[in-house]
């Protein structure tokens, strides 16, 4: 992704969640607050101004975002699954006695920010590439600090996880924890990816999950977002924000394991797939 501009795909991600708010039916399946909160923080970091996001809020946006899905059939309400399946994974975590959650390339991701409060004894961590974590640092700054929410900038693709966190003296080696990567490994190297996920391991105690969310690896090698996959590949590369790494479903287990976790049963398979997108958890 270009170096010192901020994310655009988080920005899509962000619009559509604003959009997928005036879709009727989506109430049901999207996080509570989450509309209101990802409308308040495109304004407050800058990122979009209010007339914006007020016509994002609009039937026309509606409309024109069913429209494009022609490209990536079931994509627009996939993030509100992916919203729903990445705040799961953190409650149920939380549940079973998670103390701390890292939101891995975070982007406008307001999990952190609405659950903090909520859960006043677990601590948050985000992170993000510097470009897109400054903007949203100064979102959540007027949108009022959480005291246990911790904003990291990082680029993972660069440094290791450890090293980004290194500097963050609450972070505990030893927490159960609950760990996010909702829309990234597509976008980093195999390299890099294999890395996060020991990294990961290595950085959280046991009973820990890593929950995710990855594009499927086609007979080619490629990603496969279906029948415009070739156009998909070219219009992510042009938005500077390629896909660059994906797996074939059924490898997933053995990847997890070489990386110091274990695939969730009830999540494997490929059974949660919605959009080009497949959902994954495994735990330590
Ligand atoms: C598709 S967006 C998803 C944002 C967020 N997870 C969500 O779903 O709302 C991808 C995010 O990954 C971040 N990202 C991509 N490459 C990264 C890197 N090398 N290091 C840190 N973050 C990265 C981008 O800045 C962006 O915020």
Redesign the pocket.
């Known amino acids: 992704?270009p170096k010192d501009k901020?994310?655009r795909?988080?920005l899509?991600?962000?619009f559509s969640?604003v959009t997928l708010g005036s879709k009727p039916g989506m109430e049901a399946i999207l996080p509570s607050g989450i509309v209101d909160a990802t409308r308040k923080l495109l304004v407050a970091s800058g990122a979009a101004g209010e007339i914006t996001v007020k016509w994002a809020q609009s039937q026309t946006s509606v409309a024109i975002y069913e429209a494009f899905d022609w490209m990536l059939p079931g994509q627009f309400e996939a993030?509100a699954h992916?919203?729903a399946f990445?705040e799961r994974q953190v409650r149920e975590g939380i549940d079973d006695g998670a103390t701390q959650i890292l939101?891995?390339?975070?982007?406008?991701?307001t999990l952190g920010w609405r659950l903090a409060p909520e859960f006043s004894k677990v601590k948050f961590f985000e992170?993000?590439?510097?470009?897109?974590?400054h903007l949203k640092a100064r979102g959540i700054e007027s949108m009022g600090r959480r005291k246990n929410l911790h904003l990291v900038a990082?680029?993972?693709?660069?440094?290791k996880l450890s090293d980004v966190l290194k500097n963050d003296k609450s972070w505990d080696l030893s927490a159960q924890t609950v760990i996010?990567?909702?829309?990234?490994v597509?976008?980093?190297s195999p390299e890099?990816v294999r890395d996060l996920f020991c990294q990961s391991a290595a950085l959280v105690g046991s009973g820990s999950r890593i929950a995710f969310?990855y594009i499927p690896a086609g007979a080619d090698g490629r990603p496969d977002a279906g029948l415009w996959t070739g156009l998909m590949l070219y219009l992510q590369k042009v938005a500077g924000?390629p896909w660059i790494w994906s797996i074939r479903p059924e490898e997933l287990g053995e990847f997890l394991e070489e990386t110091g976790w274990t695939i969730s049963h009830e999540e494997a398979g490929g059974a949660r797939k919605h959009g080009v997108e497949f959902y994954a958890m495994a735990t330590k």
Request: hydrophobic share 45%.
């Open positions: 992704m901020p994310s795909t988080a899509k991600v962000a969640i993030f992916r919203k990445c939101v891995l390339g975070a982007g406008y991701d992170i993000d590439h510097p470009a897109t974590a990082g680029d993972l693709g660069k440094r996010i990567a909702e829309g990234l597509m976008y980093l890099a969310s924000e």
